[in-house]
T-cell receptor, first 112, second 115 residues
Framework: QKEVEQNSGPLSVPEGAIASLNCTYS??????FFWYRQYSGKSPELIMF????GDKEDGRFTAQLNKASQYVSLLIRDSQPSDSATYLC????????????FGSGTQLTVLP | SQTIHQWPATLVQPVGSPLSLECTVE??????LYWYRQAAGRGLQLLFY??????ISSEVPQNLSASRPQDRQFILSSKKLLLSDSGFYLC??????????????FGDGTRLSIL
């Protein structure tokens, strides 16, 4: 069974710090990787996607992908209290191009 | 731009009652459509997906069913709800085709409570 694993947390960081969220996946053939943010009681919102090894930056967010080690991470620089949410990692596995497999999410709290 | 509408936002139903949740997408043609369920504190479980009118794939055997009567309409149904059907139901869409790099975009969800 193809799996996506995340540390459930909760992860607490002080305001202004870097938050680091990690995700590992079991299917070595996975091709596309997405990070979603989900505020309590709300639906997931896409914040980043990455397809190639290396780093991808978008504002305060940086996604990092290492296919050899089968992990993807999300860094949030200058964390703000408004970043407090659950972050879901999602992976498109080989053989199922239309389907995302989600991790259970990491709960992040940014302390003012 | 594309938008996705999902209703109702909340629903309280007795055990054994029927269910119908509706989702519509605007601003795109022939989208891939998805129904997910999220139990409290858990990840998203894919229930159904559809690549076109009348084409439904089921991921998990259950007492739920899905239909796609029109290109941009996706309906989740049940004839008799169980207590275990409680959860947060999310509809999502992605661009048509089989490319693996298409993200999914979610509606606001329906919070279903079974009494």
């Amino acid at each position: 069974q193809k799996e996506v694993e995340q540390n459930s947390g909760p992860l607490s960081v002080p305001e202004g710090a870097i938050a680091s969220l990690n995700c590992t996946y079991s299917d070595r053939g996975s091709q596309s990787f997405f990070w979603y943010r989900q505020y309590s009681g709300k639906s997931p919102e896409l914040i980043m996607f990455i397809y190639s090894n290396g780093d991808k930056e978008d504002g305060r967010f940086t996604a990092q992908l290492n296919k050899a080690s089968q992990y993807v991470s999300l860094l949030i620089r200058d964390s703000q209290p408004s970043d407090s949410a659950t972050y879901l990692c999602a992976v498109v596995s080989s053989g199922s191009a239309r389907q995302l497999t989600f991790g259970s999410g990491t709960q992040l709290t940014v302390l003012p | 731009s594309q938008t996705i509408h999902q209703w109702p936002a909340t629903l309280v139903q007795p055990v054994g009652s029927p269910l119908s949740l509706e989702c519509t997408v605007e601003g795109t043609s022939n989208p891939n459509l998805y129904w997910y369920r999220q139990a409290a504190g858990r990840g998203l479980q894919l229930l159904f997906y559809s690549v076109g009118i009348g084409q439904i794939s089921s991921e998990v055997p259950q007492n739920l069913s899905a239909s796609r009567p029109q290109d941009r309409q996706f309906i989740l149904s049940s004839k008799k709800l169980l207590l275990s059907d409680s959860g947060f139901y999310l509809c999502a869409w992605s661009r048509p085709g089989t490319a693996s790099n298409q993200p999914q975009h979610f509606g606001d969800g329906t919070r279903l409570s079974i009494l």
